[in-house]
């Protein structure tokens, strides 16, 4: 059922809903998240939010009932591997990774254990949410295993004497440390990405998503860059250009009375970190200004 208004399902509540509606409304994208709504209706786009468990996302991506959605990648896997193994419609065309939603699903052990590599888990039994992933790895490396599958609380599972070991997200690891686990293998390193449906997209709705994504490619690109504008002296030029990240080609900009100095102003990929504003400072640079850039279009 082709839908007039394009549908995007995006978590209504956790790690990912934030950045994931801010990302939407530096777009463009005008909504109002009011209630405890399933669906948000864009004040001046045809778009449709769906607001759901992120559990529910992948399904309605692969049976075709949303056009878009947001997901981190390890569910979207994970579900993914789990309906394929049912039979089930599993397909799906990632348009994007994201930047934001990073986190790695990772094998942990008793912290005082020995560990040389995978072989050392054959036999065990491994507590995760995310079974078919550690299936697959574990398949990869060709180690016997068993699972316990809990879907909360999984870090005090060898503690309780439910699993010998634990497959679940990291970031920070200090969820791990302090359940006296560490870390032993990564099997995958996740991001939040843009997925949609297969299948036919009308005209309309086919133009408003590569509207979409050259929006989201301003919006992230522009995230990761910086305006850099500074003073420095003339003859200094080229020494404190190969200092700058990114400035194959700046702005130089005479100064209105003082004509041994120039203006440089550049956009750069990276940010300018304090180390290096010290040298071009030492190089004689002044009034160095790094400043944000809300959109960019190139
Ligand atoms: P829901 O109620 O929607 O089912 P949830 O509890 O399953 O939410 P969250 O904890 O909100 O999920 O995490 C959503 C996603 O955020 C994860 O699947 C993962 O992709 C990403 N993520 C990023 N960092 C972490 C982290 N440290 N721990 C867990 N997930 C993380
Ligand atoms: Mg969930």
């Not at 789990?82 to 799906?92: D, F, I, N």
């Not at 990761?224 to 504008?229: L, T």
């Not at 990114?246 to 990276?270: C, F, M, N, Q």
Request: hydrophobic share 40%.
């Amino acid at each position: 059922m082709q839908t007039e208004r394009l549908r995007i399902a995006i978590q209504k509540k956790g790690r990912l809903s934030k950045e994931c509606q801010d990302l939407l409304k530096r777009c463009g994208v005008k909504f109002n998240m009011m209630g405890e709504r399933l669906v948000v209706h864009s004040e001046n786009m045809p778009i449709d939010l769906l607001l759901v468990r992120d559990d529910d996302i992948p399904g309605l991506i692969m049976d075709g009932v949303v056009d878009l959605g947001v997901i981190g990648e390890n569910e979207l896997e994970e579900v993914g591997l789990e309906r394929a193994a049912r039979g089930e419609p599993s397909e799906y065309v990632k348009l994007r990774r994201l930047d934001f939603g990073g986190c790695r699903l990772s094998i942990a052990i008793d912290k005082d254990a020995d560990y040389a590599g995978p072989q050392d888990l054959q036999g065990k039994r491994i507590a995760t949410t995310y079974p078919q992933l550690v299936k697959r790895y574990m398949d990869e490396q060709g180690v016997q295993f068993s699972t316990c599958m809990l879907n909360g609380s999984v870090e005090v599972a060898p503690r309780a004497g439910l699993a010998d070991a634990i497959c679940d997200l990291v970031s920070t690891g200090a969820t791990l440390e302090a359940n006296g686990l560490k870390e032993v293998e990564v099997i995958l390193r996740s991001k939040a990405v843009l997925i949609q449906r297969t299948g036919d997209f009308n005209q309309d709705k086919t133009e408003l998503i590569e509207r979409l994504l050259t929006r989201m490619q301003g919006v992230i690109q522009a995230k990761e860059s910086k305006y850099i504008m500074l003073h420095a002296p003339t003859e200094c030029l080229e020494q404190i250009k190969a200092l700058l990240p990114g400035a194959e080609d700046p702005t130089i900009i005479p100064l209105a009375t003082d004509k041994s100095r120039v203006a440089i102003h550049l956009v750069s990929s990276e940010n300018l970190f304090w180390e290096t504003m010290e040298e071009l400072k030492g190089l004689g640079a002044s009034s160095i200004l790094v400043l944000p850039i809300e959109k960019m279009m190139e």
